[in-house]
């Protein structure tokens, strides 16, 4: 049993959540795409819903599959967002945007009834910070914005492609990745600060967004989250 189970035990778990007449906002990533692979095996047996996606590649393996992905613009509302993460903290505080799809996922994930968290168990933490925070810029006036991320005290490095040429998120920006030596104490405040500077587009930091929570483990088993007062 692998991390893939377990990506897969909590993609599928949360397809089980969708029923007939929703719309459904789908996030990006691997985890992701267990979701959909779900959602796709669960049409075969009468499943009819409609989908919104955050990026290129969730919107074409939806669409391969025969699923209809609308235009956001189009959606009259979305009932349910499943996304992964890349780190989820007991607040269910979470850094995404490995993917570069952030931007996109936080709209569908602000814009929806219940955002549905779908992650392993490598994810959870105490404290976010571990994992690089990505940070969205538009390319004009880049090194400006860099500058002034970097008087801030935070250091970075543009993400690159494979090929060595500069990646480019789901909207066309830059993506300054930011390595924090200790993880942020403040991260809501570290956020704030970041989008006030002109020229950023947002952060991977994402707040107060998380409904539901399915682990994965690599033995095929799940469980949700439980909210801190409950713990
Ligand atoms: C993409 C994301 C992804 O949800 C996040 O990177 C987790 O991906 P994976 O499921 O592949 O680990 O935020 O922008």
Do not use: C
């Amino acid at each position: 049993m692998t991390l893939e189970d377990a990506k897969q035990a909590s993609g599928y778990k949360a397809a089980e959540f969708v029923e007939n007449g929703m719309i459904v906002g789908l996030g990006t990533g691997t985890t992701t795409a267990y979701f959909i692979q779900a959602l796709l095996g669960r049409m075969g047996k009468g499943l009819n819903i409609q989908t919104v996606a955050s990026s290129r590649h969730s919107a074409d393996q939806a669409r391969k599959g025969g699923l209809t992905v609308l235009d956001i613009n189009e959606a009259p509302r979305i009932d349910l967002t499943v996304d992964g993460a890349d780190e989820i903290d007991p607040q269910k505080r979470m850094i995404k945007g490995g993917g570069g799809a952030h931007v996109r996922e936080k709209i569908l994930a602000s814009s929806s009834t219940e955002m549905v968290v779908i992650v392993d168990e490598t994810k959870l933490v105490p404290q976010l910070g571990h994992v690089k925070l990505p940070v969205e810029i538009l390319f004009y006036g880049s090194s400006a914005t860099q500058s002034k991320i970097d008087a801030l005290g935070y250091k970075g490095a543009w993400r690159m492609d494979p090929s060595g040429t500069l990646f480019l998120s789901e909207n066309g920006n830059l993506i300054y990745d930011i390595h924090f030596p200790f993880p942020p104490k403040h991260p809501e405040q570290l956020h704030l600060q970041m989008i006030q500077i002109p020229g950023v587009v947002d952060t991977g930091f994402f707040f107060r967004l998380a409904g539901r929570v399915v682990v994965g483990r690599s033995d095929g088993s799940t469980y949700l989250l439980k909210n801190l007062n409950e713990q």
